[in-house]
């Protein structure tokens, strides 16, 4: 069973993302938060499997929600998914630096909302070619003069190739075949450059692949 968190001003939207999800067999609400406080400590109090964070929220934000909450070493399995509006692009980098593990829009489709809770219950990252490569491929061009990590050199040229297409939005599988490799001896590699970046996930490693110029805007396969 998954459980989830939602946290949101607008009682409707959590109404909806509540009704939705409930209908699954697979997934559970366990709460809802209307300010960025309750928030933090819903989430504490819960440690929810994935949770949706609305960005714009009485007092404190959706974003400072999210430092706090990653920050708890409690909340290590919360797994954050922002929900944003393409309006909001300014705020991208931002929260995948605080933490957030992923992005949906509040119009999504309703089974692409399913598909991202259990995509973000396993611990990747959404990273969807629609909506989060978007989203970051625009936020790099305000973030290209960021010195790129200096354990980036710490990285084989293999690593340095997971890490490119795991930044272009791939899943393992999808880069296992594309550079002709097992999907295990993927999920090892993403591991170590994850581990050697010391990034929290598979979100932040986009943003640093963007900031030191191994990927930008507008490339694709």
């Given at each position: ?22 209908a ?13 406080d ?48 393409f ?14 593990s992923g ?9 692409d909302?399913v ?10 990252a ?9 989203l ?14 200096a ?9 340095r190739?997971?890490?490119?297409e ?8 999808e880069?296992?075949?594309a ?5 295990s ?12 970046l ?10 640093v ?6 990927v ?6």
């Amino acid at each position: 069973m998954i459980d989830v968190l939602l946290a949101d001003d607008q009682a409707l939207v959590r109404g909806g993302f509540r009704a939705l999800l409930d209908a699954e067999d697979d997934v559970r609400v366990v709460g809802e938060a209307a300010t960025g406080d309750d928030a933090v400590a819903l989430a504490l109090q819960h440690l929810p499997d994935v949770m949706l964070m609305d960005v714009r929220m009485p007092g404190t934000d959706g974003l400072e929600a999210t430092r706090r909450i990653v920050a708890d070493p409690r909340a290590a399995g919360v797994h954050i998914v922002v929900v944003t509006t393409f309006e909001l692009d300014e705020y991208v980098a931002e929260a995948i630096r605080a933490g957030a593990s992923g992005f949906l829009v509040k119009d999504t489709e309703p089974a692409d909302l399913v598909r991202a809770v259990r995509v973000a219950a396993r611990g990747d990252a959404l990273l969807s070619p629609t909506v989060t490569r978007r989203l970051l491929a625009r936020v790099a061009l305000a973030t290209r003069d960021v010195a790129a990590p200096a354990a980036l050199a710490d990285l084989t040229p293999r690593e340095r190739e997971v890490l490119v297409e795991v930044a272009r939005g791939l899943s393992n599988d999808e880069i296992a075949r594309a550079l002709y490799l097992s999907e295990s001896t993927v999920k090892t590699h993403v591991s170590r450059v994850l581990t050697k970046l010391d990034a929290r996930d598979r979100a932040q490693l986009v943003v640093v692949a963007y900031e030191a110029g191994l990927v930008r805007p507008g490339w694709a396969r």
